[in-house]
């Protein structure tokens, strides 16, 4: 039995091949980013339900 060499580049979304680097390089980007406590993200949710019932 032959096994590949070949590492499967399609990381992220299927059909959008993605190396391992730009794949990482996006995570650190993302972590970087404005997170919400578990609180604040209740509050925002309860906002938006009341307004998109009206």
């Known amino acids: ?11 992220a979304t299927p059909g959008k ?3 391992q680097e730009k794949f990482v390089s996006l995570i ?3 972590e970087e980013g404005e997170f ?3 609180k604040e993200f ?3 949710f ?4 009341l307004n998109r019932k009206k």
Do not use: F, G, H, V
């Open 42 to 44: 209740d509050k925002k």
């Open 28 to 30: 650190k980007e993302a």
């Open 17 to 19: 091949p993605m190396s």
């Open 1 to 11: 039995m032959k096994t590949s060499k070949d590492k499967s580049k399609n990381l």
């Open 46 to 49: 309860q906002e938006w339900r």
């Open 36 to 38: 919400m406590t578990e």
